[in-house]
């Protein structure tokens, strides 16, 4: 049993006060994807491991001792497994604005901070797409997610971690308050990669009378994204269904999303079947859950998932993703056709 410090007990009363770990900023988790050719080529960390501190015989508290506290990490990971997930993430300062172009990397350990694994450098994915697949709700919001860090974590065991990050900001190591993390134990998951994809109805414009706001939130909506029926066309080809609302997202992340996917959308064509399935009952919170998401093991929001020809998850990304992320993974499913 590791001895219990001064600094691992102040450690642990952080972690106590931290903020727990929320879908709010809408960063993800996921599979993670080799890459393709015809796909944009994965982006590489800013930074190097040697620009950040070994973790290796120390503890988290001894790796932040003399570093000044910085921005607050801001996962919005709800599901993490045994084995590598991808770590979406945000930094966010003390007026709650979104930081980008840092260096960063994620260190891991044990609630009291022993050990400690680390760095496991992030690289930044832009959500940036062109201006004609920008939403309106995107391009009026100030707060919309613009991007996020993304990093690969491998974690041997089930159980509650404790997650930190340390930034490069204004030429020094900053470092951020540690977070709690469950690793498993979830009763209710979502589908993954390598199962079979569930079979749901979703509506299109001939459900509805053409009156597509009530299937779309979106503004304007996006109809290369609602034309198809999922139960029609999974098995058949590819498909990548999208569960978000751009209006309603309790995140600012749903209408980039959608807007990520619009666009890969037009780069693809239709050798691959894009759709965009709303979140809640005739798009009223109050309402509950729409079917679709209570089939998908859903709770959260936004939830991606790309699918192969014969209706097996290949990739599965839970908040926010960049559109060579979705690119790489659609290449998978395709063959890079």
Same mark, same amino acid.
């Given at each position: 049993?590791?001895?219990?410090?001064?600094?691992?007990?102040?450690?642990?009363?952080?972690?106590?006060?931290?903020?727990?770990?929320?879908?709010?900023?809408?960063?993800?988790?996921?599979?993670?994807?080799?890459?393709?050719?015809?796909?944009?080529?994965?982006?590489?960390?800013?930074?190097?491991?040697?620009?950040?501190?070994?973790?290796?015989?120390?503890?988290?508290?001894?790796?932040?001792?003399?570093?000044?506290?910085?921005?607050?990490?801001?996962?919005?990971?709800?599901?993490?497994?045994?084995?590598?997930?991808?770590?979406?993430?945000?930094?966010?300062?003390?007026?709650?604005?979104?930081?980008?172009?840092?260096?960063?990397?994620?260190?891991?350990?044990?609630?009291?901070?022993?050990?400690?694994?680390?760095?496991?450098?992030?690289?930044?994915?832009?959500?940036?797409?062109?201006?004609?697949?920008?939403?309106?709700?995107?391009?009026?919001?100030?707060?919309?997610?613009?991007?996020?860090?993304?990093?690969?974590?491998?974690?041997?065991?089930?159980?509650?971690?404790?997650?930190?990050?340390?930034?490069?900001?204004?030429?020094?190591?900053?470092?951020?308050?540690?977070?709690?993390?469950?690793?498993?134990? *979830?009763?209710?998951?979502?589908?993954? @990669? $390598?199962? #079979?994809?569930? %079979? &749901?109805?979703?509506? +299109? =414009?001939?459900?509805?009378?053409?009156?597509?706001?009530?299937?779309?939130?979106?503004?304007?909506?996006?109809?290369?994204?609602? *034309?198809?029926?999922?139960?029609?066309? @999974? $098995?058949? #080809?590819?498909? %990548? &269904?999208?569960?978000? +609302? =751009?209006?309603?997202?309790?995140?600012?992340?749903?209408?980039?999303?959608?807007?990520?996917?619009?666009?890969?959308?037009?780069?693809?064509?239709?050798?691959?079947?894009?759709?965009?399935?709303?979140?809640?009952?005739?798009?009223?919170?109050?309402?509950?859950?729409?079917?679709?998401?209570?089939?998908?093991?859903?709770?959260?929001?936004?939830?991606?998932?790309?699918?192969?020809?014969?209706?097996?998850?290949?990739?599965?990304?839970?908040?926010?993703?960049?559109?060579?992320?979705?690119?790489?993974?659609?290449?998978?499913?395709?063959?890079?056709?």
């Amino acid at each position: 049993m590791p001895r219990v410090t001064r600094s691992s007990r102040l450690f642990l009363l952080l972690l106590a006060l931290a903020v727990p770990i929320a879908v709010a900023v809408g960063c993800g988790s996921g599979s993670s994807d080799d890459g393709n050719d015809t796909a944009p080529a994965q982006p590489q960390p800013t930074a190097k491991a040697e620009d950040f501190p070994p973790a290796t015989g120390r503890t988290l508290p001894d790796l932040i001792a003399n570093l000044p506290r910085g921005p607050q990490l801001a996962p919005s990971v709800s599901l993490l497994e045994k084995g590598s997930n991808r770590v979406g993430f945000a930094l966010f300062d003390s007026a709650g604005k979104q930081l980008s172009g840092a260096g960063v990397s994620l260190y891991v350990g044990a609630t009291d901070g022993s050990s400690a694994r680390g760095p496991f450098l992030a690289r930044a994915e832009s959500l940036k797409v062109s201006p004609q697949f920008e939403s309106k709700q995107t391009a009026t919001d100030p707060n919309s997610a613009r991007g996020v860090y993304v990093a690969d974590v491998p974690f041997k065991k089930d159980g509650k971690y404790a997650m930190l990050a340390i930034a490069q900001l204004d030429g020094r190591l900053v470092s951020t308050q540690p977070i709690g993390v469950q690793v498993g134990g *979830k009763k209710v998951v979502p589908p993954g @990669v $390598g199962q #079979k994809a569930p %079979v &749901i109805h979703t509506l +299109t =414009p001939a459900d509805v009378a053409g009156d597509v706001a009530k299937i779309d939130t979106r503004i304007p909506a996006a109809p290369s994204l609602l *034309k198809d029926d999922f139960a029609d066309v @999974v $098995g058949k #080809k590819p498909v %990548v &269904i999208t569960f978000a +609302t =751009p209006q309603l997202c309790q995140s600012r992340v749903c209408g980039p999303v959608v807007d990520v996917v619009d666009e890969v959308q037009a780069k693809v064509g239709d050798k691959v079947s894009f759709i965009h399935q709303e979140v809640y009952q005739d798009n009223e919170i109050n309402k509950g859950l729409r079917p679709q998401l209570q089939t998908y093991k859903l709770q959260t929001e936004p939830w991606t998932f790309v699918i192969d020809k014969d209706g097996v998850i290949s990739t599965r990304f839970e908040g926010a993703f960049s559109p060579g992320e979705l690119e790489r993974a659609v290449a998978k499913v395709t063959g890079g056709a």
